[in-house]
């Protein structure tokens, strides 16, 4: 009994893997890794992160999205200014460059899923359309991870870059009117 549940989780254990681990690729580009933040009931915004390496000669951009669950897909950026973190849509999409890999991650860079019509919930999959200028449209599936478990991918992607000075404030405010 023991045995096949160990297997049992094992078998799981892959297939969630798989399920993060998840590329598809369009022209040039990879969008690998999709992970959207989990939303409690009744939360009107969510978030998504990525990663899309371009393997092309040309840059391309991220200019948005559509899915079922959102009235609306924007690409949004923060940034930290005079110590006040804010949070704006990026205009005109995000850039991809020519032969670089982008990381939206919490934190930073994100898909912002906007007037959402029901909770995003731990471990179910989210099918998104996104779009490129130039790649067009790609179908992707978010695996909807613990607001926990996306908070060690942003610890976990500013170590592997090496970036340990932009660690937050404790007592850091929030202002999201651009």
């Known amino acids: 009994m023991f045995t096949k549940t160990l297997a049992a989780l094992a078998v799981t254990s892959v297939l969630t893997t798989a399920v993060y681990a998840q590329s598809v690729k369009v022209g040039d580009l990879t969008v690998s890794n999709p992970i959207a933040r989990a939303t409690p009931p009744g ?40 110590g ?12 991809i460059p020519a032969g670089e890999t982008v990381k939206l991650m919490p934190g930073g860079n994100h898909v912002m899923f906007m007037k959402l019509s029901d909770a995003l919930k731990v471990d179910e999959n989210r099918k998104v359309t996104l779009t490129f200028k130039n790649a067009g449209n790609v179908d992707v599936m ?7 478990e996306t908070m060690k ?11 340990h000075k932009g660690h937050m404030k404790k007592k850091m405010k929030m202002n999201t009117d651009g």
């Open 43 to 82: 939360a009107k915004v969510g978030g998504g992160y990525i990663t899309i390496t371009n393997n092309g000669s040309a840059a391309d951009r991220l200019i948005g999205g559509t899915a079922s669950f959102a009235g609306k897909i924007e690409i949004h950026e923060m940034k930290v200014a005079d």
């Open 84 to 95: 006040i973190m804010r949070m704006k849509e990026i205009e005109g999409g995000l850039e």
């Open 142 to 148: 978010f695996n909807v991870k613990s607001i926990a």
């Open 153 to 163: 991918m942003r610890k976990m992607g500013k170590h592997k870059m090496g970036d």
